[in-house]
């Protein structure tokens, strides 16, 4: 079975500074994607970035990125001088190589403080 | 970007009506659609999958007939929900995987917020 476990329901962050987010899953894949989405208040999912599980590189995307360690299960979200519209729900996803299904983990609130 | 509309954004009905919801990719073909449902302050839980000119597969728990889900065409898939009752006011949201895209990104709807009295 996969899984996918976000253990901070809720996160805060200054204005400008930097948070990361966890997520860990588990897959008996070897061919599987990564995903972080975002959805604000209107509730519209966002892709905020992306991982290849094949790629050893870790994925950025301006101020997001991620700390991909394969061995640890573990993909971690860095935002990096945050900002008021990042406050949102962030949700981590895992989809296999074969299937396009997207396993959710249970979300983390991010608040932002000017 | 590969966008994808809902409709309707909002609905309330009676108890025992049924209710349409459309999803549909503006701009590209989707082979694949996905239904999720998620309840307040908790993640999005796949309802089913839909393919194009094909049977949709559900998840497990979820009731195909209460459900029903049409992907007509590679731009439009349908989610009916049968016979509501106030158990199956939630927000349901779909997502749309482009046909000619290898990396499993799924492209969301903005959601329908489904109220039954």
């Known amino acids: 079975a996969q899984t996918v476990t976000q253990s901070q329901p809720e996160m805060s962050v200054q204005e400008a500074e930097t948070v990361t987010l966890s997520c860990t899953y588990d897959?008996?894949?070897?061919?599987?994607?990564l995903f972080w989405y975002k959805q604000p208040p209107s509730r519209q999912m966002i892709l905020v970035i992306r991982?290849?599980?094949?790629?050893?590189q870790n994925a950025t995307e301006n101020r997001f990125s991620v700390n991909f360690q394969k061995a640890a299960k573990s993909f971690s979200l860095k935002i990096s001088d945050s900002q008021l519209g990042d406050a949102a729900m962030y949700f981590c996803?895992?989809?296999?190589?074969?299937?396009?299904?997207?396993?959710f983990g249970t979300g983390t609130r991010l608040q932002v403080f000017p | 970007g590969a966008v994808v509309s809902q409709h309707p954004s909002r609905v309330i009905c009676k108890s025992g009506t049924s209710v349409k919801i459309e999803c549909r990719s503006l701009?590209?073909?989707?082979?694949?659609m996905f239904w999720y449902r998620q309840f307040p302050k908790q993640s999005l839980m796949l309802m089913a999958t839909?393919?194009?000119?094909?049977?949709?597969?559900?998840e497990q728990g979820v009731e195909k007939d209460k459900f029903l889900i049409n992907h007509a065409s590679l731009t439009l898939s349908t989610l009916t929900v049968t016979s509501a009752h106030p158990e199956d006011s939630s927000f349901y949201i779909c997502?749309?995987?482009?046909?000619?895209?290898?990396?499993?990104?799924?492209?969301f709807g903005p959601g329908t917020r489904l109220t039954v009295l």
């Open positions: 997502s749309a995987e482009p046909r000619d895209y290898f990396s499993n990104e799924q492209f």
């Open positions: 897959t008996s894949e070897s061919d599987y994607y």
């Open positions: 991982q290849e599980a094949y790629k050893q």
């Open positions: 996803a895992l989809s296999r190589g074969n299937t396009d299904k997207l396993i």
């Open positions: 701009d590209f073909q989707a082979t694949t």
């Open positions: 839909s393919n194009e000119g094909s049977k949709a597969t559900y």
